[in-house]
C-alpha cells in the first residue's frame, strides 16, 4: 500500500517539476537495490546518451538504497559517458562540512530563482506520506522539521 501512495506522490512531484519527463518503474523492493545493483546499472546505462548528465544520490549517503543506485548510476555514467552529479540526501542527517566527513571541496551550490523555489515547495509537499505522521502505525513523519528545513533550503548542492 505505502509503495503505491510513493509512487503516485513521486509521479505528482515529478510532474510539477517537468512536464517533459519519462518515468520507469523497475519495481526494486525497498532495501533490496543492493541485490539489484548491477541489473539497474544495465538498464541504466540503456537509457543514457553520451553527454548526458546524471543526477544520482551520494555515494556515502548513509542510506543502503541510495548509495546502491549511486554506484549502479556512476558505472553506468562513465560507460556511456556521462558527466555524474550526486546529491546528498540523508548525508545532511549526519555529515558536517567543517568536521572533514562531508566533500566539501566536491560541493557546487546552485542558487533557485524564488519561482524554482515556490515549485519546489509544491513539489515537496505531494510527499504527504512522509510529511503527515503514519495514522496506521502511529510513528512520526519521516521527514522531521529539520529535514524539511533542509530541503526547503533557496539552493541545492550537488557534489562533482
Known sequence: MLAKVRTKE??????MLCSAYRRTRL?????????????LGSILAAS????????????????PDHEAVSR??????????????????WGWHWADP?????????????????EEQRVKYKAIQAFQSQLQPDH?????????DYALARLLRPYEVLLR
Not at 543514457?48 to 542510506?63: Q, R, S
Not at 562531508?102 to 524564488?114: C, D, E, G, K, Q
Request: aromatic share 8%; proline share 10%.
Open 98 to 114: 567543517y568536521m572533514g566527513n562531508f566533500p566539501l571541496h566536491r560541493a557546487v551550490a546552485i542558487m533557485l530563482t524564488p
Open 48 to 63: 543514457f546518451n553520451p553527454g548526458d548528465i546524471v543526477f544520482a544520490p551520494w555515494d556515502l549517503d548513509g542510506h
Open 136 to 144: 496506521e502505525t502511529g510513528k512520526p513523519a519521516i521527514l522531521p
Open 72 to 89: 549502479a548510476s556512476r558505472r553506468a555514467a562513465d560507460l556511456r559517458q556521462c558527466r555524474f552529479l550526486e546529491i546528498p540526501i
Open 27 to 39: 519495481a526494486i523492493p525497498d532495501g533490496a537495490v543492493t541485490r539489484y545493483e548491477d541489473e
Open 10 to 15: 513521486s509521479e505528482q512531484a515529478l510532474a
